[in-house]
């Protein structure tokens, strides 16, 4: 049977994520390059020994934000088609909460836009991490999210191209 | 006017609920949301310089209007990926 599934380019879902899949879904015939990032949960943060995450979403929001911050970065890099999936709910050691899949013609640019769209993600998108951690719980709380901060775009940007 | 008032994450441990819904004057902008929920549970106050709010599901400001039936969201820091 063909697979008529069209893969959504921004995404949040309580599924495992499959980077494989994510980076063919943006790759065209005109591609050379695409490249994923995939982020991990870790076992360990600031000194804790990390047991499991679960994560929180905004999710209309999130979808939202996931195709400003592939506008944003298709804006920077023309050639660039961008995929965002972040997942949500109780994640083990080891599982992938988040990735991002960028395709282009030529390699840099798709190096620069899926590093760009990371640092996009942990400033602006919905999404909160509750940390379960041997002897207690944590919420994560990092930035402040404001899309319109021009100065935290730019470091985005800055960061993507060093 | 009714608007629906959603929290996530921490604020929404610290309220005991994921929504609320809060009665508002008429000329309420989203801060006016903020202080009815504030009111009900002073805990959250603590977090008014770090969170960021939504109407609609779009980012928003705390000077946004707001209209009867509109859904306002706040949100603390964030941390995904």
Not at chain 1, 12 to 20: G, I, K, M, Q, Y
Not at chain 1, 30 to 37: D, E, I, L, R, S
Not at chain 1, 115 to 134: D, L, M, N, S, T
Not at chain 1, 144 to 157: G, H, I, S, V, W
Request: charge should be negative; aromatic fraction near 8%; include cysteine.
């Amino acid at each position: 049977m063909v697979d008529t599934v069209i893969e959504k380019r921004y995404e949040v879902t309580d599924r495992p994520l499959d980077a494989a899949r994510l980076a063919a879904s943006v790759a065209t015939a005109a591609c050379g390059a695409v490249t994923t990032f995939v982020g991990l949960v870790r076992d360990h943060n600031a000194g804790r020994r990390v047991l499991w995450l679960e994560y929180e979403a905004y999710a209309p929001l999130a979808r939202a934000t996931f195709e400003r911050i592939g506008a944003e970065a298709e804006a920077y890099w023309p050639s660039v088609r961008l995929a965002i999936h972040h997942r949500t709910g109780t994640l083990k050691i080891g599982e992938a909460s988040v990735v991002i899949a960028a395709a282009s013609p030529h390699r840099a640019d798709a190096f620069c836009a899926c590093r760009y769209a990371i640092e996009r993600v942990k400033q602006i998108a919905p999404v909160w991490k509750h940390e379960h951690f041997e002897g207690g719980d944590v919420w994560i709380e990092g930035a402040t999210a404001n899309p319109d901060d021009e100065p935290a775009r730019q470091l985005a940007f800055e960061r993507a191209c060093s | 006017m009714l608007v629906t008032v959603r929290l996530f994450a921490r604020l929404r441990e610290l309220a005991g609920a994921s929504e609320l819904t809060c009665e508002l004057p008429d000329g309420a902008v989203a801060r006016t949301a903020w202080e009815s929920i504030v009111r009900g549970c002073p805990a959250l106050g603590e977090y008014e310089p770090a969170i960021s709010c939504a109407v609609n599901e779009e980012y928003a400001r705390f000077t946004t209007p707001l209209k009867n039936g509109d859904e306002v969201a706040f949100l603390p820091p964030v941390s995904g990926g």
